[in-house]
């Protein structure tokens, strides 16, 4: 009965994860088990191996295996420069997209007084601190276009008024391959709000 | 940048479980990352230890830690009664409706000629030997109502038809709760062909 309760136990671990239920989190331990030299065990290793080294940038918050991650340690990126974000996950897609060659700094989070989220929960404080340790000139924020991403993005922006750097955030509007029939009414509102000259 | 590379790794092997693309395999990881020591650790070390000890039961091909599985080894089990099923999840299916209390047996697929699937490859000579060995007078195929379930099913019947063991399917028909409206002509054509006194 210990393999039963064994793989029980598995599937409830892994129908907790994000996107999966209990169906489908039965589903994918049958796979694993058939597959289980080429997919089950390398993923027991991968999952103890990045379990047991991959720790949280402590200049920036990114994923890193050493205190400080390859993104801050790099010379490569261009300095003065930093781009706030959310959550790893952000900083991943501007990294994907590869359209900012700058440092990141992410919050781990927004604003949320429910939660007990406060500010000094989003390393603001840290990033007060490299705006003068790394002659930071540009502060772009990053947040999502949500309530709570635009409410954290006005809190920051009021905590680093005082240090003089200036301070962006992204634009706002029709994305790209948008069909304006399928869009919310805020964005064509912002869309036609922040209109430019063709 | 190794630890880049492992997440990258670790991504990739979660994005090949069925249900997972390479987005919500990405959410998941970072999931897991957040809950290292609740989610992260335990699913590595659950993972590596159903994988190190499960195996298919040499008897009736569930899933087991031992040579021979629990329902195979239950004294509490019906004898001379034996569902024959497609897949360890169908048997799981059973098992969590409650509804067969005899032993099972796990063909591992259903023909396919295509895929060089063969009878040797279902265990079907095994199934055999059991309704032999274990005095088996009832072999119900509980297998998954498609072209391909009911194919080997018929061959299966008439593997066993020498052996003079009586062999059932299970019933086609309305589901409970069915809405006949929402039915596909093939189940309602079953159903109506299979009608039986009010």
Known sequence: ??????????????????????RS?????????????????????MLDQVGRSVRACLNCGNLSTDDICAICESEKRATGLICVVEDVADLWAM??????????HVLGGTLSPLDDIGPEDLHIPKLRDRIAAEAITEVILALNATVEGQTTAHYVAQELATTGVSISGLAQGVPIGGELDYLDDGTLRAALSARKAF
Not at 1 to 22: F, H, K, N
Not at 33 to 45: E, F, N, S, V, Y
């Open 95 to 104: 990294e994907r997209a590869q359209v900012f060659d700058g440092r990141y």
């Open 25 to 45: 989190a039965r589903r994918a331990v049958l796979h694993l088990i058939k597959k289980r030299d080429t997919q089950l065990l390398p993923l027991a290793q």
């Open 1 to 22: 009965m210990s393999s039963t309760r064994d793989i029980e136990t598995l599937i409830e671990l892994m129908s907790r994860l994000p996107g999966l239920g209990p």
